[in-house]
């Protein structure tokens, strides 16, 4: 292991990304013949082939792909490491990297970027925004955020390498805007809403949504309610209120409802969604600044639990 430098792992990673040596060499300024040099050491010293060329390029063999996942960690903690030391020369500079779904950048998200920002101006945040909780784990495995902040809407018993935070429920209202019928109605049952043209995800594992508004009328003995729009962007939902019917967070409603003009229908739902939660890799050390963010995650949303 002495003999596997660090530089050599990074022409390798190089050569991967770009599929071929020439423009791994372009990329890092060397010449090719170095390259070539330095991947054939590794190879000799582990004894296996790393990569397969083809007249299409290089990618990796099966014992390539295994050292490149150690290398990404590798190069990571080493990263975590200066932005510890960045952090603990200057408190108030940093980068955040965080992972959440769309629905979570109407509500929860700015609300603790906003009060961060003002309170460390010089840190920078990076919101890398997935389709749904499997690709933001995907995300989080693969270094491109530091954590995930978002809904936990799928069993997560069996991710011995995840570390899993619950910090508040946060239930789907059905919403509508100022001069709907629905707002002058003391009482309301979903059988009442089924005929009405709704907007909103369709039922699908990465949006789960639709699924959820789904649930709570099939558990009535209803059909679903009828879709006019079907979408997976919630600012989409949230701009067709007023024409249709659609449903966002709680924490979307508190935080963001007056600037999307959403009211709350009073009818209750039977189906709750997911917890709000923080993921993070177990034996991965959350970077200082980025913690900073999610202690304030969690006093945000302790805040909004008392006022339920």
Excluded at 16 to 36: C, F, R
Excluded at 223 to 232: A, E, G, S
Excluded at 255 to 267: E, N, T
């Amino acid at each position: 292991m002495q003999r596997i430098k660090l530089r050599e792992l990074r022409m390798l990673m190089a050569v991967v990304h770009e599929g071929s040596m020439s423009k791994a060499a372009a990329k890092l300024a060397l010449s090719q013949p170095a390259i070539s040099k330095a991947i054939a050491e590794m190879e000799h010293t582990l004894g296996v082939s790393l990569l397969d060329r083809t007249a299409q390029g290089v990618e990796p063999t099966l014992y390539g792909r295994a050292l490149l996942k150690w290398a990404n960690t590798v190069f990571d903690d080493l990263l975590q490491g200066v932005r510890e030391i960045e952090f603990l020369a200057d408190p108030t500079q940093g980068e955040i990297r965080l992972g959440c779904v769309e629905n979570m950048n109407a509500g929860l998200v700015p609300a603790v970027i906003e009060r961060l920002a003002r309170q460390y101006p010089r840190v920078v945040f990076t919101v890398t925004t997935a389709s749904g909780i499997n690709a933001q784990i995907r995300d989080l495995r693969e270094r491109r955020v530091d954590f995930v902040f978002g809904r936990i809407v799928s069993p997560m018993q069996d991710q011995d390498d995840l570390s899993i935070e619950i910090l508040c429920e946060d239930p789907l209202i059905v919403v509508a805007r100022e001069g709907s019928k629905w707002l002058r109605r003391r009482k309301i049952v979903l059988a009442d809403l089924v005929n009405d043209p709704w907007c909103l995800s369709p039922a699908d594992p990465d949006y789960p949504i639709g699924t959820f508004v789904a649930q709570a009328f099939k558990a009535q003995g209803l059909d679903p309610p009828r879709l006019t729009v079907r979408t997976n962007s919630p600012n989409l939902c949230y701009s067709m209120v007023g024409h249709f019917l659609s449903v966002a967070p709680a924490s979307v409603l508190r935080m963001s409802g007056k600037r999307f003009g959403l009211k709350a229908v009073p009818i209750d739902f039977l189906i709750r969604p997911g917890p709000i939660g923080i993921i993070t890799l177990k034996n991965r050390t959350i970077s200082p600044v980025a913690q900073l963010f999610i202690d304030y995650a969690r006093k945000l949303t302790k805040s909004l639990a008392k006022k339920e």
